[in-house]
T-cell receptor, first 109, second 116 residues
């Protein structure tokens, strides 16, 4: 099956810093989503981005489908941005999401 | 829109008993729902795909008789953990995909199961 690799596994930053999270996948996808899992376990859907670039406030994401990677940018980090960020993909015909191992982001005040 | 509700949020049960978890799509109909399990500090692993009106499809290694899935209506899927043991303690999350395009999958808030 498809392999989804996220990097870095852990990231510790000071408040106000910018960060880039990466997601590589091993096959063509028809769906890619970025999620933020908060300390209570809730998965927040950040972006649905099988290709192209989207922005939502301090967050933006870019997926280059032909090169099989996606990037999540967080600017001017806040402590509330802490948590685990997951990339998940769906391959054509599979109709299910496969998750990467996540990036654990810690923003210190 | 596109809200999935999961209940209960947490449950503690004794070894040997069964626990039922409900997953509802509140503002859309879902012919297919998905159940994931997440152990501490790990990623989400798909357990099974729940199909309305038919049998669930289980991922390799998931025990069908232990994790009973019922999808009796277009808005409700249930996961029953039968004869629970401490190793079944985990975070269970359900998901569904709204029929309108451009949004992707949406997830319930999860159920933290502790078996004592």
């Amino acid at each position: 099956g498809i392999q989804v690799e996220q990097s870095p596994p852990d990231l510790i930053l000071q408040e106000g810093a910018n960060s880039t999270l990466r997601c590589n996948f091993s096959d063509s996808v028809n769906n890619l989503q970025w999620f933020h899992q908060n300390p209570w376990g809730q998965l927040i859907n950040l972006f649905y981005i099988p290709s192209g670039t989207k922005q939502n406030g301090r967050l933006s994401a870019t997926t280059v489908a032909t090169e099989r990677y996606s990037l999540l940018y967080i600017s001017s980090s806040q402590t509330t941005d802490s948590g685990v960020y997951f990339c998940a993909v769906e391959t054509r015909g599979a109709q299910k999401l496969v998750f990467g191992q996540g990036t654990r982001l810690t923003i210190n005040p | 829109g596109a809200v999935v509700s999961q209940h209960p949020s947490w449950v503690i049960c004794k070894s040997g008993t069964s626990v039922k978890i409900e997953c509802r799509s509140l503002d859309f109909q879902a012919t297919t729902m998905f159940w994931y399990r997440q152990f501490p500090k790990q990623s989400l692993m798909l357990m099974a795909t729940s199909n309305e009106g038919s049998k669930a499809t289980y991922e390799q290694g998931v025990e069908k008789d232990k994790f009973l899935i019922n999808h009796a209506s277009l808005t409700l899927s249930t996961l029953t953990v039968t004869s629970a043991h401490p190793e079944d303690s985990s975070f269970y999350i359900c998901s569904a995909r709204p029929p309108q395009g451009g949004y992707g999958y949406t997830f319930g808030s999860g159920t933290r199961l502790t078996v004592v």
